[in-house]
Antibody
Framework: EVQLVESGGGLVQPGGSLKLSCAAS????????MTWVRQAPGRGLEWVAN????????YYVESVKGRFTISRDNAKNSLYLQMNSLRAEDTAVYYC????????????????WGQGTLVTVSS | QSVLTQPPSASGTPGQRVTISCSGS????????VNWYHQFPGTAPKILIY???QRPSGVPDRFSGSKSGTSASLAISGLQSEDEADYYC???????????FGGGTKLTVL
């Protein structure tokens, strides 16, 4: 059974940092793109970042470029999101998502989602 | 303002057919596949339609997706009360080099 379990959320002051983790199990983690998607309270979904199975390429939404870093440890079946210079508008539930590839090896769809971890940026 | 445009709400009575539209541009829907997700209150989203028209195993054939040009649609036939949820479309955007979502459509079964 595919499982994605996020941790690391919490309350942080504006300008602070937080690192989210996602423990993956039930599938061959090193063969999949992985993604972070967030959802602000009462709002819609927003893709944050994703990365290739081997970590060679990473992509970010414009609003987090230079502040957030996605990374992975395939030996530990883990995905991370380092968040720096946090702003109030980063407050959201952050979902760890398995990102299936298409036949060309590109990110194609999000087939499994974790339960999410809440990040609150407030003084 | 979301890159993909969806109506904020939709509704229907049990047994009816409803459609939810998703409008984009040549850099996203016009050149890439569209996926649909649904989300029930307090839970994580789940994939509903992938590659514009494919259903994952376990998704009833009451749900169908289509794409034409720079727009996509999700159709739900034989509407049931348990279909009440938020529905989101998504596509890769070649100009933004990232995934974009629609703003979501809240479906109410009257």
């Amino acid at each position: 059974e595919v499982q994605l379990v996020e941790s690391g959320g919490g309350l942080v002051q504006p300008g602070g940092s937080l690192k989210l983790s996602c423990a993956a199990s039930g599938f061959s983690f090193s063969n999949y793109w992985m993604t972070w998607v967030r959802q602000a309270p009462g709002r819609g979904l927003e893709w944050v970042a994703n990365m290739k199975p081997d970590g060679s390429e990473k992509y970010y939404v414009e609003s987090v470029k230079g502040r957030f870093t996605i990374s992975r440890d395939n030996a530990k079946n883990s995905l991370y999101l380092q968040m720096n210079s946090l702003r109030a508008e980063d407050t959201a539930v952050y979902y760890c998502v398995r990102d299936r590839m298409d036949s060309s090896g590109w990110s194609a769809d999000f087939d499994y989602w974790g339960q999410g971890t809440l990040v609150t940026v407030s003084s | 303002q979301s890159v993909l445009t969806q109506p904020p709400s939709a509704s229907g009575t049990p047994g009816q057919r409803v459609t939810i539209s998703c409008s984009g541009s040549s850099s996203n829907i016009g050149s890439n596949i569209v996926n649909w997700y649904h989300q029930f209150p307090g839970t994580a989203p789940k994939i509903l339609i992938y590659r514009s028209s494919q259903r994952p195993s376990g998704v009833p054939d009451r749900f169908s997706g289509s794409k034409s040009g720079t727009s996509a649609s999700l159709a739900i036939s034989g509407l049931q009360s348990e279909d009440e949820a938020d529905y989101y479309c998504a596509a890769w955007d070649d100009s933004l080099n990232g995934w974009v979502f629609g703003g979501g459509t809240k479906l109410t079964v009257l």
